[in-house]
């Protein structure tokens, strides 16, 4: 099982990187980008989000309904990871700020995929060198497995390392969700943060 088990992972990224693919170009049928609707179901497709309860960089706990009538961008990643989420980061900083006023509509969440070592202290020092209004958010193992469920995010200790200086693998996607917390839409990594910030904005 141990040695199935990474290839069972493997196959369910490469299906939802076809998914996605398909669902950007319009291969999938059903869904609804228009201004105003923030999302509709596809049907046979593994849906996205749900609700959540964790615990913000301030030390406050917080659910999913704390943020409706809001947009979320939601990115999961730890705080020592060396280039992807500091990256990330910066692009949805710039985003942010290429909405100008509209940004007090958005709410962009950073969720951890290592709660060992990602304590509210440790995020709230990660979240202070990206825009003002980025969350961040952790929990008990538990909770961030349910949440990374919801959101068919993968995360995953590396092993042979260093047990406190480790890595993680993890997916890299930002998530849109609408007011409603359905989702919109979904960005790749490396996706310019003027593409980014235009796709929100038909959205306000």
Request: net charge negative; proline share 6%; hydrophobic share 40%.
């Amino acid at each position: 099982m141990n040695k199935l088990f990474p290839l069972l992972i493997a196959f369910f990224l490469i299906v939802s990187a076809v998914v996605i693919g398909l669902w950007f170009t319009g291969g999938l049928p059903g869904l609804g980008q228009n201004k105003g609707q923030s999302s509709s179901t596809l049907v046979g497709v593994p849906q996205i989000g749900g609700p959540f309860s964790l615990v913000n960089h301030k030390g406050e706990r917080v659910t999913d309904e704390d943020y409706r009538g809001k947009l979320l961008l939601i990115f999961f990643g730890f705080v020592n990871c060396p280039d992807v989420c500091p990256t990330e980061m910066q692009t949805i900083s710039v985003a942010m700020n290429e909405l100008g006023e509209q940004a007090s509509e958005v709410v962009p969440l950073f969720i951890t995929v290592d709660p060992k070592r990602d304590t509210p202290e440790a995020m709230a020092d990660f979240v202070a060198a990206f825009h003002p209004s980025l969350v961040g958010l952790t929990g008990s193992e538990e909770e961030i497995d349910d949440v990374k469920k919801k959101y068919r995010v993968y995360g995953e200790k590396q092993e042979g390392g260093d047990p406190d200086y480790y890595l993680v693998d993890h997916t890299s996607f930002t998530y849109l969700m609408g007011r409603d917390g359905e989702l919109i839409t979904v960005f790749s990594f490396g996706v310019p943060a003027e593409e980014m910030a235009a796709k929100i904005r038909e959205q306000l």
